[in-house]
């Protein structure tokens, strides 16, 4: 079987694209790509689950309408948000979206029952607000008791295709519930949410065959014999999955999409107190791996931004008047909370400006150079972080994602980072879903296998640092903001 389709589905937006290869190269076709984004409703935040399924539906049915008789299938999403089921495998709620802001201070109730330290050594798993530990702690407790059965929401689109229920192990570490040593549920942090070993289904690793589509969406609608094939669900999991071969340098990687996640692949995790400090993750990866990464704040402010504007510029338009204004003028600490969920992105970026006596940026390209500055230079500090945690020099930068088509970020990172970044490909998190796909029906040997053939198959393109002579001010002036919002945060 040589149709291969890639369920790929963010924050912002959704989409199904059919892979093939020939010769030992892989190629790639958009089938269908939809909308996605959370609603605020009552106060809290939703995400419209059973849309997301409906356009997998459409998509397939438009696969079928173009030939495809036959295919794989394998899905990917974002992380941390959850689906209740009752015995019936009927759904108990709507599925909260994890920039709700029922987690704002959960942390710190969680932490007077158990120490952060004992978390993080059980799981490896950074502090985050918004983790499945915390939302589900904030959840009704009487909705939970309900609960026959917990699904992520990948899991939860494969049950509804399937009937099968899962929890796969790279979205599910994200939780913050598995426990590296036992590599199951922990059971003390199950007690704490006063929760089952038993309400969560087996866990699976990606490359498994569910089989193929139920029989009643068959007849329901005209769709492919799909065989599905759990991907590693988790689309940060699959991005990584993606990055092409390395020539014998040692690389990290910047999955850049709406969140930057800045990591290395390694066999062991690395969950000392160290990591701890600065808040690094052990995300589980595919074939025995763990993504040690930091999450950042990325591309969610300039899409926030382009939202707020009335999305009057393209994303590369933004990028263009960018390069018109002046340089590192305007800076924020990009992963300061208050950028989580702002009632006004716009306005939290130049309040953050105003506050700190830098000049409020006001165009929209002021505000774009303030954002793609930023981030340049938090991948600068937290490539730092990383290459004294992992006690090993890093000397290339490979980004993967949407943050690939933006040039002058890529440009900017080379030039604060101070080494080579090599930009691509764009599609990452489909071919890392695609190639779990390849290998589990033996079309491919193995990762390294499919890593060779996506650095054959698509452009990469190479940024070299250059110059700053300004370089000293903009860094004493970034290093006192990330200081002083890093040091807010920990309060």
């Known amino acids: 079987m040589n149709n291969h389709i890639a369920v790929d589905i963010g924050a912002s937006s959704g989409r199904l694209v ?218 940060t999991a699959s991005a990584v999955l993606g990055v092409p071969a390395q020539s014998g340098r040692s690389s990290a990687y910047l999955s850049s999409g709406t969140w930057s996640l800045l990591g290395v692949e390694l066999r062991q995790p690395i969950h000392d107190a160290k990591a701890m400090h600065v808040n690094y993750t052990n995300e589980w990866g595919a074939y025995g791996t763990y993504r040690f990464l930091k999450n950042i704040m990325g591309l969610w402010l300039i899409q926030e931004v382009r939202r707020l504007d009335g999305e009057r510029y393209s994303f590369a338009e933004l990028a263009e008047l960018a390069g018109q204004a002046e340089s590192f003028r305007s800076l924020i600490p990009c992963n300061d909370p208050r950028f989580l969920n702002p009632e006004h992105m716009i306005e939290e970026i130049r309040t953050s400006c105003a506050e700190t006596g830098q000049p409020v940026p006001e165009t929209p390209g002021e505000l774009a150079r303030c954002i793609f500055d930023s981030l340049a230079l938090s991948y600068r500090t937290y490539l730092a972080e990383l290459e004294e945690l992992t006690a090993g020099p890093i000397e290339v930068l490979q980004i993967v994602g949407g943050g690939v088509n933006n040039a002058l970020l890529c440009q900017l990172t080379a030039d604060m980072i101070g080494r080579e970044v090599l930009a691509g490909p764009t599609e990452s998190t489909a071919l890392g879903n695609l190639v779990v796909q390849m290998i589990s029906v033996g079309n491919i040997a193995d990762i390294e296998e499919a890593r060779a053939m996506i650095q054959r198959s698509f452009g990469i393109e190479s940024y070299a640092p250059r110059p700053n002579p300004q370089m000293d001010e903009i860094l004493n002036r970034w290093n006192g903001l990330h200081s002083a919002a890093a040091g807010r945060t920990s309060k």
């Open 18 to 235: 059919l892979g093939t290869f020939k010769d030992g190269i892989i190629s790639l076709r958009e089938i269908h790509r939809f909308s996605n984004g959370f609603a605020e409703r009552d106060g809290s935040c939703f995400w419209d689950i059973d849309y997301l399924f409906d356009q997998i539906i459409s998509g397939l049915q438009q696969a079928k309408a173009n030939g495809i008789t036959m295919c794989t299938l394998g899905i990917d999403t974002w992380a941390v948000d959850y689906v209740l089921l009752d015995k019936q495998g009927n759904r108990l709620q709507e599925v909260y979206a994890y920039r709700d802001r029922r987690t704002d201070h959960v942390i710190d109730e969680v932490g007077k029952l158990i120490s952060p330290a004992a978390v993080y050594e059980k799981t490896g798993i950074q502090q985050l607000t918004f983790n499945t530990l915390y939302q589900l702690f904030a959840h009704d407790t009487a909705e939970l008791a309900q609960a026959d059965q917990i699904l992520l929401v990948p899991d939860y689109l494969y049950y509804r295709l399937t009937g099968r229920k899962l929890n796969e192990i790279t979205n599910a570490s994200t939780t913050q519930l598995l426990n590296l040593q036992t590599r199951d549920y922990d059971e003390d942090l199950l007690d704490l949410l006063h929760l089952t070993r038993e309400q969560f289904p087996a866990l699976a690793e990606p490359g498994e065959d569910l089989g193929f589509i139920s029989d009643t969406l068959m007849e329901q609608y005209d769709l492919p014999q799909c065989r599905l094939i759990v991907a590693a669900t988790h689309d």
